[in-house]
T-cell receptor
């Protein structure tokens, strides 16, 4: 059981380039999330998905797109990378919310992205 | 979600209990208190959560005051591997996101 995995671990882009970050989970979780973490700061939610084929915006969605074609995968795309998108990106997944506060998010190891 | 206030940093001696406070004076009745931690360069790790009652698991204990306006995370026997940033988060059960603040940087010293 690998949990939540992220690909790639590191990436350097030039301004204007595009790329896709892949998140995969093998826990059969319904919900998946993409966060970014800038130096010295807490995590901020970019986009999330409540199930296969669905996506929704989080706190800082501008400049990013996402897709959830398969339940186990959640992709984060940068169409035209900017230096402001230099950050560490974390993916997370969780069970369907039961309404009883038992939802726990499990995080991947992160992708460190630098945009020059 | 209710805002939380945590001290920016604290030190703890190895083998001693670490008591991490969190203030959430505007918490409402349907909001839970969650604790996560982030060891350097890794993804956040869930520790514990609670609504009203005190909770304990293999990692820590969570003490919530009767008025629910504050809570304390207790690491009973801190080890060097417990050095991390600890986040106190308040959220309603059907809210998707976790709102991470600055957290408390805990340094466990030998």
């Amino acid at each position: 059981n690998a949990g939540v995995t992220q690909t790639p671990k590191f990436r350097v882009l030039k301004t204007g380039q595009s790329m896709t970050l892949l998140c995969a989970q093998d826990m059969n979780h319904e919900y998946m999330y993409w966060y970014r973490q800038d130096p010295g700061m807490g995590l901020r939610l970019i986009h999330y998905s409540v199930g296969e084929g669905t996506t929704a915006k989080g706190e800082v969605p501008d400049g990013y797109n996402v897709s959830r074609l398969k339940k186990q995968n959640f992709l984060l795309g940068l169409e035209s990378a900017a230096p402001s998108q230099t950050s560490v990106y974390f993916c997370a997944s969780s069970y369907t919310l039961a309404g009883e506060g038992t939802d726990t998010q499990y995080f991947g190891p992160g992708t460190r992205l630098t945009v020059l | 979600d209710a805002k939380t206030t945590q001290p920016p940093s604290m030190d703890c001696a190895e083998g001693r209990a670490a008591n991490l406070p969190c203030n959430h004076s505007t918490i409402s009745g349907n909001e839970y208190v969650y604790w996560y931690r982030q060891i350097h360069s890794q993804g956040p790790q869930y520790i514990i959560h609670g609504l009203k009652n005190n909770e304990t698991n293999e990692m820590a204990s969570l003490i919530i005051t009767e008025d629910r306006k504050s809570s304390t995370l207790i690491l009973p026997h801190a080890t060097l591997r417990d050095t991390a940033v600890y986040y106190c988060i308040v959220r309603v059960s059907n809210d998707y996101k976790l709102s991470f603040g600055a957290g408390t940087t805990v340094t466990v010293r030998a």
